[in-house]
Nanobody
Framework: QVQLVESGGGLVQAGGSLRLSCAASGSIFSINIMAWYRQAPGKQRELVATITSGGSTNYADSAKGRFTISRDHAKNTMYLQMNNLKPEDTAVYSC?????????WGRGTQVTVSS
């Protein structure tokens, strides 16, 4: 089992920055991949960025050049640094972790970007 707790969301003006954190506990050494997803009101959940246990990263086109995903193994924490935020980035951002075929989710943190 893995428990995931997000933090760092909030209200920010367009062009601003936020750093989201995802604190992991439990069987963290078995995690293969972690990711950030987001879901805006009335829209489907979408993948924002992924990071493997080896540190390889991938980003959605909407996140490339503005967002950076990272992991601090010593702190058992994953981050999403978001710069140059846009109103269309407004969503609930959720942390995801996978151990083989078993998926775990955090409850999410709200990010609101005002124009």
């Amino acid at each position: 089992q893995v428990q995931l707790v997000e933090s760092g969301g909030g209200l920010v003006q367009a062009g601003g920055s936020l750093r989201l954190s995802c604190a992991a506990s439990g069987s963290i050494f078995s995690i293969n991949i972690m990711a950030w997803y987001r879901q805006a009101p009335g829209k489907q959940r979408e993948l924002v960025a992924t990071i493997t246990s080896g540190g390889s990263t991938n980003y959605a086109d909407s996140a490339k050049g503005r967002f950076t995903i990272s992991r601090d193994h010593a702190k058992n924490t994953m981050y999403l640094q978001m710069n140059n935020l846009k109103p269309e980035d407004t969503a609930v951002y959720s942390c995801f972790a996978s151990i083989h075929t078993i998926n775990f989710w955090g409850r999410g943190t709200q990010v609101t970007v005002s124009s």
